[in-house]
């Protein structure tokens, strides 16, 4: 492409360290769908004829369908995959191929493949995301009585509802469909025109072919248009939080898994066995996710790293930039898809969760409201109940084990009824705050989700 300035052919060892088409082929499509716009404001400003327009378009819808059908040959020594489909362009239909990169550089034409590509994949994302959200309300659903244990330092808490804990993840996941959302709009900006770096002496039509990759706006310097990366940054850094948490509901499944908790059963379809120990059923799925995350958090300080010592504007450092954004894309993708089918077919141990919610303590804090509820300041119920507790420890009994005598034998204002708040369904419909897991609550926002996912949109 540059053999007028230069006499020597580049060396083999160049070739091989500088090519990018090894990865930045599946940015055909996107490439593709640039060039035909870009063409159709060539044809508008009258440098090439409408004749060469068709040809350029249908030699390069050709080249599309070869590449979907894997029969094209990529060359490393055309190292880009702007540079293989211009080249094979050109070889087809010869000068008319030759004009399509007037007043274009591969600076602004990168900037546009990219930005196509992110706003696809953001968009696919954003389906997976409603379909986790879907299968976390569908499994909340099924085991909508089931009471566990809610966990703080993973020591018992307080009850709550296995619904409660898990739509407290389709939340999470809400704000991630706002971040990609928030985040599509700066992807979502037109930047050709820009060229190499200082745009063009000749004038071509941005809005025109805005309108037709329908991009809403222009990117307003052509200098940052072909040096930013912060869309792209911004992607990974949100992808970096939807890995998070799909990590923390990994994490979870893990123990729930276990046979000490044995809340869940994942199917024997996504879990694995043990090559040695017979017994094994090993929940991989969110083992691995756990494990991908550290790659997805690696990506965004890549990315980071790689823009922060750049001058001003398009650098070669950039191209460095595609592995790391595919790689969290493919990896957040790959997790979304498997975790939601997973959770689908996971089955709640009933009689497990039940056994471990028995446990008195879970109502501890309700024995201390009791107690506020009849007079007594927080602080000193907070100590009585206390004092019950370590009382339970003694005499290696529970909470519903000490007499009414024991309890008043602490405070004169515990009643009769003082037994009756060691149980769950009454600790439980007493919590009615918004946001708080009452049956009630957690039945309104079980319907709260499945209207709104019903709906199509995720939030
Ligand atoms: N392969 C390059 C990249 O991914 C395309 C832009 C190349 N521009 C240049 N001036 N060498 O960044």
Request: hydrophobic content about 45%.
């Amino acid at each position: 492409m540059w053999k007028g300035r230069f006499q020597e052919q580049t060396a083999e060892l160049l070739q091989t360290y500088s090519e990018s088409i090894s990865f930045d082929w599946r940015l055909w499509p996107f490439d593709i769908a640039g060039s035909i716009a870009h063409a159709a404001a060539l044809e508008k400003a009258g440098l090439i004829t409408k004749a060469e327009w068709e040809a350029i378009a249908s030699g390069l819808r050709q080249i599309g369908e070869e590449i979907a059908a894997g029969q094209f040959v990529f060359k490393a020594e055309l190292e880009d995959i702007h540079m293989n489909i211009e080249a094979e362009l050109t070889r087809r239909i010869g000068d008319a191929g030759a004009k399509l990169h007037t007043a274009r550089s591969r600076n602004d034409q990168v900037a546009l493949d990219i930005r196509l590509c992110l706003r696809e994949e953001s968009d696919r994302i954003l389906a997976l995301l409603k379909a986790m959200q879907d299968a976390l309300v569908e499994l909340a659903g099924r085991y909508e009585h089931v009471v566990i244990p809610g966990y703080t330092h993973l020591q018992r808490a307080q009850p709550v509802f296995f619904a409660h804990h898990l739509l407290a993840y389709v939340e999470m996941f809400a704000r991630d469909c706002e971040r990609l959302d928030d985040c599509r709009k700066r992807i979502n900006v037109f930047p050709l025109g820009s060229g190499a770096i200082a745009g063009s002496t000749i004038l071509l039509d941005r809005a025109l072919v805005a309108e037709l990759l329908g991009f809403p706006s222009l990117t307003q310097n052509s200098m940052d248009a072909v040096s930013d990366r912060d869309f792209a940054i911004e992607l990974l850094s949100a992808l970096a939080i939807v890995a998070m948490h799909l990590s923390r509901l990994s994490e979870d499944v893990i123990l729930w898994a276990s046979s000490e908790f044995r809340f869940l059963t994942l199917s024997d379809a996504f879990t694995t066995g043990s090559s040695l120990m017979p017994q094994k059923k090993n929940p991989d799925v969110a083992e691995l996710t756990r494990g991908k995350t550290g790659r997805v958090y690696g990506n965004l300080m890549s990315l980071l790293t790689l823009m922060k010592g750049l001058p001003m504007t398009y650098n070669r450092d950039m191209q460095e930039d595609k592995e790391a954004i595919f790689d969290s894309i493919d990896t957040v993708k790959a997790a979304l898809g498997v975790f939601a089918p997973m959770l689908r077919e996971a089955v709640v141990n009933e009689q497990s969760c039940a056994a471990a919610v028995a446990d008195p303590n879970l109502l501890a804090t309700d024995l201390a409201d009791y107690l506020v509820n009849h007079g007594v300041p927080f602080r000193k119920a907070h100590e009585v109940v206390g004092k019950a507790v370590a009382l339970c420890a003694q005499r290696r009994c529970e909470l519903t084990e000490l007499s009414v005598q024991d309890y008043q034998g602490l405070s004169s204002a515990f009643g009769a009824d003082v037994l009756d708040v060691l149980r769950v369904e009454r600790s439980m419909a007493a919590r009615q705050a918004v946001g708080a897991p009452s049956p009630a609550n957690v039945a309104a926002q079980l319907a709260r989700w499945r209207t709104r996912l019903q709906a199509g949109g995720a939030q």
